[in-house]
Structure formats: structure tokens, C-alpha cells
């Protein structure tokens, strides 16, 4: 009796494993076809041009434009009277972005890309948004703090370090750049360009595996696109991991 328990155990046990594989195989699959139909064409599109990468530190509002950069903003980073944004990214709905930004962003005159998790999230932008706002859908890592960052990110999830500038960071070391700016990447508790008194708990909480993020987004574009300089506008939290330049707006 014993050993009968034990083989239907087994064959049932085998059958859960090769159910969880062809899963695993079908979520791949969705990961690379909705990331290649997103990222594909944007390839090296950006070598020898300069691009900018725009969160929503305090320090978005010292900035001075100079020259012509492209521009991949992040939440709302489009309230910013300083550029116009060529990309968006958005990727925490709700907690980080609430629907009535999101009905702003849907608005905006820029390309948009909206984040996605493989694991049902109550932070996941719906998919009716998604399609009303004409975004381009990607797949972001479910478990933060990534630890291993890919350089096809048609194939791989974005990496997540508890912000979404790290997914618009990958896209835009995708595109070769010759120089790569870092503006309002505060990576600090001191709020927002648009409101300095507060910080969300989540950035409190997990300020320092954000820094270990750009450590390590840092030591990834150094080995695979060395000719790229990433360029740190007034930083703050972020001082001596790049190339460290002040820009101030003139009183």
C-alpha cells in the first residue's frame, strides 16, 4: 500500500514539474516576443549621439539643457519645464504612479514604454491602458534587487533595483550612445524636483540597494559598451560612481 502511495506521488510529482516547465518555457517566450517587438528597432540607434536618462530628484530642477540630447524621462518627470521627452518609462502603477498621472502620460507627445511582471503584481499598469495609451509593453525583473544584468534586453527582463529609472538606464545604454547623462538620478530621501518634502517609503527603504544598482549598472557598461561615458548631472547620492558634472542654472 505503501509503495503504491509512493509511485503516485512520484507520477503526480512529475506531472506538476512538467506542467511548471512548459510554463516557464511559455512565460520565456512571452518575455522575448513582447520585448523584442518593444526594443528591436532601437539597437545602436543613438551611437555617437547623446542621450539623457530623466528622474525626478530635486536636482531635475538645477538642470540647464545644452545641445541636443535625447531625453527618456520616468514617471513624472514630463512636469519638468526644463526639455521636452523624446521616451517615457512607467512601470509601478498605483503606488508609484497614480491614474490620474497616468491619464496625463497618455497625453504626452513622447514614445511610451510601459513596464510589465511575469507574476500578476497589484502594481502592474492594466492592460487597457496599455493599449489606450499606444505604449510599447516590456518585461521588467520581478525580484528586486537584480543581481545579473543582460545586455539583449529583447531577450531578458529589464533589470529592477526598486525604481523604474533603472529599466529607462538599460534601454538607454542600449541605444550606444557616445556620452550618456544621468539627470535628476538623485538616488537620495530628499523628494522630488516637484515636491522636496517627502520621499516614498519605498525609496527610504531601499536607498541603498538603488545605489548598489547604479554600482552595478556601472561596472556593466563599462565591460560592454566602454566607449560610452555616463555623465552624473549634480549629483548627490550618486557622487564619484561616474563622471561627476555640475550644471546650475545662472541667478
Not at 506542467?19 to 526594443?39: G, P
Not at 539627470?183 to 538603488?210: A, E, P, R, V
Request: hydrophobic letters at 35%; glycine letters at 6%; proline letters at 5%.
Amino acid at each position: 500500500m505503501l509503495t503504491k502511495r509512493i509511485k503516485q506521488y512520484l507520477k503526480n510529482f512529475r506531472w506538476e514539474l512538467g506542467q511548471e516547465q512548459i510554463e516557464n518555457m511559455l512565460i520565456a517566450q512571452q518575455i522575448i516576443d513582447t520585448n523584442t517587438k518593444s526594443f528591436e528597432r532601437y539597437k545602436n540607434m543613438y551611437q555617437g549621439e547623446k542621450v539623457a536618462v530623466v528622474a525626478t530628484g530635486p536636482t531635475l530642477a538645477q538642470y540647464v539643457p545644452e545641445g541636443d540630447i535625447i531625453y527618456v524621462g520616468v514617471n513624472k518627470a514630463y512636469k519638468s519645464d526644463k526639455l521636452k521627452l523624446d521616451y517615457l518609462f512607467c512601470q509601478d502603477y498605483l503606488n508609484g504612479t497614480p491614474r490620474e498621472i497616468m491619464d496625463e502620460i497618455g497625453k504626452l507627445d513622447c514614445i511610451k514604454f510601459y513596464g510589465k511582471f511575469k507574476s500578476p503584481k497589484d502594481i502592474q499598469i492594466p492592460e487597457s491602458l496599455i493599449v489606450e495609451h499606444g505604449a510599447n509593453p516590456y518585461y521588467v525583473d520581478d525580484c528586486p534587487p537584480t543581481l545579473k544584468i543582460y545586455e539583449d534586453i529583447c531577450h531578458h527582463p529589464l533589470m529592477n533595483c526598486f525604481s523604474v529609472a533603472f529599466s529607462a538606464l538599460q534601454f538607454a545604454i542600449f541605444t550606444n550612445p557616445a556620452e550618456l547623462y544621468l539627470i535628476g538620478c538623485d538616488c537620495s530621501s530628499t523628494g522630488y524636483f516637484y515636491d522636496k518634502s517627502k520621499s516614498t517609503s519605498i525609496m527610504d527603504k531601499h536607498l541603498h540597494d538603488m545605489y548598489e544598482g547604479y554600482v552595478r549598472f556601472k561596472e556593466f557598461a563599462t565591460k560592454m559598451y566602454p566607449d560610452t561615458r555616463i555623465i552624473s548631472i549634480n549629483p548627490v547620492g550618486l557622487k564619484g560612481i561616474f563622471e561627476d558634472r555640475y550644471i546650475k542654472e545662472k541667478k
